[in-house]
């Protein structure tokens, strides 16, 4: 992976828009895995986790191998960068055990509309404020059409909601907070450029770990293993594509793509869990969800365009 300092903008766009629609397959196989491997959220997460490092951890050793005297060292890394990595890594934890919560108490469609929608302005907020990025009224815009068609698109899919839906929208605030908190944090260190964005996912993820294991204890950490092989399967899908890799490309964009555009372009994780849905498993789709989704690209394009133009200008980034 090429440093972020030398990565386009458009690639960077191109980056995270690929680890939003990796993140969109996720949701699918972790409910399949609920069924087939009989485990809680928190144990999938950890599991997610736990074999995402491991294949960040065997990519890292192929690097150093083949780039001994450019390889860049995890605990220089680490030591380095230690707040990043622990609140990084903690971050991690947080919003996806949280959203995964909010999905058991208020059902999928809530728990994605909070979520997912509050995270972009919480993003756009803290930008303004800790990262002085300014959205102006074309970047309000966007998030506004982003977040709109959000409603629309998961609203038409599915209009289910949970148990104790105060206490799911609760754990989807949780959860934006700290997806807010990671994305703010991935964009300031890209700017600084504090490190490779690939040693700095593999830190975060070797944090979360530890932080899940307690949880993943307490609610039942080992899956059942009587269809073995579709198990591990479904837990090394979950830990290459939606997590290795859709990580390591989100931190990489993050080092060129402002932190609003990124959040924006990240919605489409639900378009792309739409789209497999109607593809794979036949789903039918409404006005509402097409609307929805034109909406979403509406914005995903305007907002990538911006970027370029920022860019572009003098002092720009």
Known sequence: MQSSSALPVRQGVLYVAIAATAWGTGGGVAAELYGVGGIGPISVSFWRFLTGLGLLLAAHLVRRSRRPKTAVSLRGTF?????????????????????????????????????????????????????????????????????????????????????????????????????????????????????????????????????????????????DMERTARTLGLIVYLGAVPTALAYTLFFTGLGVVRATTASVVALVEPLAAAVIGMLVFHERLNAAVFVGGGLLLFAVLFLAAGERTVAGRPGGR
């Open 79 to 223: 030591a380095r960068n230690k707040r990043r990595a622990l609140v990084a890594g903690f971050g991690l934890a947080v919003y996806q055990t949280a959203y995964f919560a909010s999905v058991q108490q208020a059902g999928l469609t809530l728990a994605t509309v909070v979520t997912l929608g509050s995270g972009p302005v919480l993003v756009t907020v803290g930008g303004r404020l800790l990262l002085n990025e300014r959205a102006g009224a074309g970047g309000t815009a966007a998030v506004t059409s982003g977040v709109a068609g959000l409603v629309l698109l998961v609203g038409g899919a599915d209009g289910s909601t949970g148990p104790a839906p105060l206490l799911g929208i609760g754990y989807a605030l949780l959860s934006a907070v700290g997806y807010a908190g990671v994305t703010l944090l991935g964009r300031a260190s890209g700017r600084r450029n504090t490190g490779g964005a690939f040693e700095a996912t593999v830190t975060g993820f070797a944090v979360g770990t530890v932080c899940l294991l307690p949880m993943a204890l307490l609610e039942g950490l080992m899956p």
